[in-house]
């Protein structure tokens, strides 16, 4: 793996641990910041990427959200709209450094950083392209659209049971992320990292399952003006490839999509699944960042 140095950026108050892996070009070079997904740390998956980016040419940045990793904030507060803006600090910090090509800022984003990226994107203009992969379009879809009316009357009335006890007392049930992200892909790859890297297992608010419902890409990805490029796995039961294609098919950007063949959610992380994604995104890289 490459080396990297490690900077502090403020978010809101709270400081986020970063990582730049410089690229192995003549200064100035083009930056590229990776967002993690559910529950994910810097010191999983991103260094590889991260790696192969700045051998590629790249200022590659990767970050702890708040509460997650070595960042500040409350332990496992996981909300989409305070990643999202621990996002736009992480951007706006990187056009300020003069060491960097500012007018060539690129998002990676993965599972839920891969939703998140598309709304940074739509919002901030320093963004010149953004890469999303294994993200899911509509979060209400993908947890309830197999559900019956009975189990999803259900599973709202529970949320709505906590939702009031929280406004009465402060208190919410926090849990391993496991019982949020309860499918065997995930299971397996979060027993084969935790024991390494304890900090994965940071318990979460239950509530955030509501927060994953609500959230919604789809509907903002129509505002995206920068070049796309959308990764799926065909085999992926975390975030299925049709709500890549869904995600895909909102952009009016210029736009690829790539699903690749065999695949689960976890094998873009490893293996040759990971080496066919990335030599897409070092392609597709090398046409608009």
Not at 131 to 158: C, H, P, R, Y
Request: glycine content about 6%; hydrophobic content about 40%.
């Amino acid at each position: 793996m490459s080396k990297f140095l490690c900077v502090s950026v403020n978010s809101n108050g709270e400081q986020l641990a970063v990582r730049i892996y410089p690229s192995t070009s003549p200064s100035p070079s083009p930056v590229l910041v990776l967002c993690h997904g559910f529950c994910g740390i810097q010191d999983i998956v991103l260094p590889q990427f991260a790696s192969a980016f700045a051998r590629a040419g790249y200022n590659a940045i990767t970050f702890d959200y708040r509460g997650f990793g070595e960042s500040g904030g409350v332990r496992g507060r996981l909300q989409p709209k305070m990643q999202i803006e621990d996002i736009h600090a992480v951007v706006n910090w990187a056009s300020q450094q003069p060491s960097f090509d500012t007018s060539r800022i690129g998002l990676w984003g993965t599972s839920l950083g891969g939703c998140h990226v598309i709304t940074v994107g739509a919002q901030n203009p320093l963004v010149k392209c953004i890469i999303s992969q294994t993200a899911f379009a509509d979060g209400e879809l993908l947890i309830t659209g197999a559900m019956s009316i009975e189990e999803k009357n259900k599973l709202f009335s529970t949320l709505n049971r906590m939702q009031e006890k929280k406004e009465k007392s402060g208190r919410e049930l926090s849990v391993p992320p496991l019982m949020v992200l309860d499918d065997e892909q995930s299971r397996i790859f979060f027993e084969m990292h935790h024991k390494v890297h304890p900090q994965l297992n940071t318990k979460i608010p239950f509530l955030t399952l509501q927060e994953i419902i609500n959230y919604k890409p789809v509907i903002i990805a129509p505002n995206v003006c920068q070049p796309v490029l959308i990764a799926a796995a065909e085999h992926d039961i975390v975030n299925p490839p049709d709500q890549a294609v869904r995600l895909y098919e909102a952009l009016c950007a210029e736009k690829t999509i790539i699903v690749l063949e065999g695949a689960g959610h976890y094998d873009m992380y490893e293996g040759n699944a990971y080496f066919k994604l990335l030599r897409h995104q070092i392609d597709w890289l090398a046409v608009y960042l």
